[in-house]
């Protein structure tokens, strides 16, 4: 029986994925790309779009927040300017007649009904507006390139970068905006208006220049290492930090256990690592693998989804898995990680459930003999019994059930 336990801490968990996320993806001495790409792996952006990570960060910026909320009131104080502008017509007459001129134009052009006119117009092609401008059509140019803004809004970041889009589509096309000739501002040039006498109307944008400027024109990665934590880490749903901190258990019991670990990284679109022991055993673990990648050929989940032809079909996915070869041939242990049911233990049942079905659907896979699935939640140190298939555990309970699978 698993008893109540405390709440669950969004806060904590965020604070511990974030002192373990540099030291299991690359050193922290170190300044490597692929660290990057395999943080924002984790954190539930897709493979294929990990390499603009820089950009897709730009679009979930605090920054690029802020500048949405400000544009309303930002688009109604425009910073604008005047200027004079001379015409010589005999139309209808617009503005203030300048006789002096009239009398020489009539004169050289021997035309009676000619008139010099003078007119004050207002423009808002200004500095600190071509900033604006570059902006938006820049966090619209970026939106696309994600390749998410016809995704069904299901899930984030897709929902936040696709209201980012529309945000910044109507706004560009206001008539004090859309009128802008574009150019493409200098860092330097931005930077000294930032500290100019007009800067209190503008502080949204500029904060947000120089986000673009790190994250999408340099593709800093100390920047974007510091939005991951910043962004990805907050906006990360609960389930996703648990699935994160199980993970990291996991790696810490391989490790306490004299196994040696190189860093997390993206391999075949998937985030894995292997554990070797001084004996010559490895274990590959896989941050939620598809089950081609687990080498199953098909699922029995997919094909009968098929054949009764229904749509939108995926196949399932576990959290986790852990992937070793044993005397008796290569050997898969599923995780299950629930979090967000009422107690822990409905949140074990849940997992139960879903270890059992992937038995099912997995019919004829390698599963480890002994214990083929693990299901984790929250809660305190219980028992973990010793004559399952299925292993129940919580967090605090993890090591005393991987130690009965790796002893």
């Not at 889009?165 to 501002?185: K, T």
Request: charged residues 20%; neutral net charge; glycine residues 6%.
């Amino acid at each position: 029986m698993v008893a109540k336990t405390a709440s669950w801490s969004r806060d904590s968990a965020i604070e511990s994925v974030r002192s373990h996320l540099w030291a299991h993806v690359s050193p922290v001495s170190t300044r490597e790309g692929s660290g990057v790409l395999t943080a924002g792996a984790l954190l539930g952006w897709p493979a294929d779009e990990a390499l603009k990570i820089g950009e897709i960060q730009f679009l979930l910026s605090f920054e690029i927040a802020a500048l949405a909320a400000d544009l309303p009131r930002l688009v109604r104080s425009l910073n604008s300017t005047s200027y004079r502008e001379e015409d010589i017509t005999e139309e209808r007459l617009n503005g203030s007649i300048n006789w002096g001129r009239t009398y020489a134009a009539r004169h050289s052009g021997g035309n009676p009904r000619l008139y010099a006119v003078s007119s004050v117009d207002r423009t808002f092609q200004t500095p600190e507006n071509e900033v604006l401008a570059h902006l938006l059509d820049e966090i619209v140019r970026v939106s696309h390139s994600t390749g998410w803004t016809k995704a069904k809004p299901k899930y984030e970041p897709v929902t936040t970068v696709q209201k980012q889009l529309e945000d910044a589509e109507m706004w560009r096309s206001h008539q004090s905006i859309q009128g802008i000739v574009r150019s493409a501002p200098d860092p330097g040039s931005v930077n000294a208006l930032s500290r100019g006498r007009l800067r209190q109307n503008y502080v949204a944008v500029f904060e947000a220049y120089r986000c673009w400027n790190l994250l999408v024109r340099q593709g800093d990665l100390e920047a974007i290492r510091q939005a991951i934590e910043k962004t990805g880490l907050v906006s990360a749903h609960d389930s996703t930090l648990f699935q994160l901190t199980t993970l990291f258990r996991i790696i810490g019991f391989f490790q306490a256990a004299g196994w040696s670990l190189p860093p997390l990284n993206v391999f075949n679109g998937h985030v894995q690592t292997v554990a070797r022991h001084p004996d010559g055993r490895s274990v590959q673990i896989l941050y939620q693998p598809t089950l081609t990648s687990l080498g199953v050929a098909s699922s029995k989940y997919v094909e009968i989804l098929k054949k009764h032809r229904i749509g939108n079909v995926y196949d399932l996915i576990p959290d986790l898995a852990l992937k070793w070869t044993s005397p008796e041939g290569e050997r898969i242990l599923l995780v299950e990680c629930k979090l967000g049911y009422e107690t822990p233990a409905t949140a074990l049942r849940a997992a139960l459930k879903d270890l059992l079905a992937y038995r099912e659907a997995l019919r004829g896979a390698a599963l480890a003999q002994g214990a083929y699935g693990l299901g984790v939640t929250w809660g305190p140190a219980t028992p973990v019994p010793r004559t399952s298939d299925v292993l129940l555990s919580t967090q605090e309970s993890l090591t005393a059930a991987l130690t009965q699978i790796f002893p």
